[in-house]
Structure formats: structure tokens, C-alpha cells
């Protein structure tokens, strides 16, 4: 089984920078499809990026679509998610998650999830 853990959120101005990271353990994510989401209060998660195995093929929500970067180092075993000109919407709970297969931009394709990250954007 492979484990996700989160870190790196925080406080930060509109327009600053922050840079999530997600470290696996158990197992090596080479074999897996890996996607941040974000959850909204009261509502289902909502997708922000994902990444193919490989490394290859990025997907992005349009909202962050040019301010966020998807990476992942399957050496290091961890995926991380660059945000850059950060608004107060992005202040969120942040997830990483792994899946094999589905749709990528929808959160039941995957079965493994993080504890999440607070990322509070002040203006």
C-alpha cells in the first residue's frame, strides 16, 4: 500500500508563491497517476491538476490553469504542486492523491489519499 503525506502549505499574500509537496512511502508511485485536488466546505473535492506516470502529460483546472505546476520525481518517491499569483479562492484544504486508472479530473478515480494541507491566501 502506498501512503501520501502533504506538506508545505501555509500563509501567504495575494500574488505570493507557495509549493506543496506530497511524499509517498510503502510503495513507489512510478505505477500511478497522481492528481492534486483541493476540498471546498460543504462540497465534494474539486480537482486542481494531475500528472501521468511517467511524468509526461499534465492536466490542469482552468482556474489554475498558468499559475500552478504539477511535478513529480519518481526517484524521490514525491509529486509537488507549484502555485504562483495566488488568490484568496485557492485558499483551501490541498490534497494529493494516486489511482491507476478513470478519469483523471475526477476524485473517485483515485484510492489513495493524503491528510491534506492548509493553504490560507490572505489579500
Known amino acids: 500500500q502506498v501512503q501520501l503525506e502533504e506538506s508545505g502549505g501555509g500563509l501567504v499574500q495575494a500574488g505570493g508563491s507557495l509549493r506543496l509537496s506530497c511524499a509517498a512511502s510503502?510503495?513507489?508511485?512510478?505505477?500511478?497517476?497522481m492528481g492534486w485536488f483541493r476540498q471546498i466546505p460543504g462540497k465534494e473535492r474539486e480537482f486542481v491538476a494531475a500528472?501521468?506516470?511517467?511524468?509526461?502529460?499534465?492536466l490542469y483546472a482552468d482556474s489554475v490553469k498558468g499559475r500552478f505546476t504539477i511535478s513529480r520525481d519518481n526517484a524521490k518517491n514525491t509529486v509537488s504542486l507549484q502555485m504562483n499569483s495566488l488568490k484568496a479562492e485557492d485558499t483551501d484544504v490541498y490534497y494529493c492523491?494516486?489511482?491507476?486508472?478513470?478519469?483523471?479530473?475526477?476524485?473517485?478515480?483515485?484510492?489513495?489519499w493524503g491528510q491534506g494541507t492548509q493553504v490560507t491566501v490572505s489579500s
Open positions: 500528472i501521468s506516470w511517467s511524468g509526461g502529460r499534465t
Open positions: 510503502g510503495r513507489t508511485i512510478s505505477s500511478y497517476y
Open positions: 492523491a494516486a489511482a491507476r486508472d478513470g478519469p483523471r479530473t475526477s476524485a473517485a478515480s483515485y484510492n489513495i
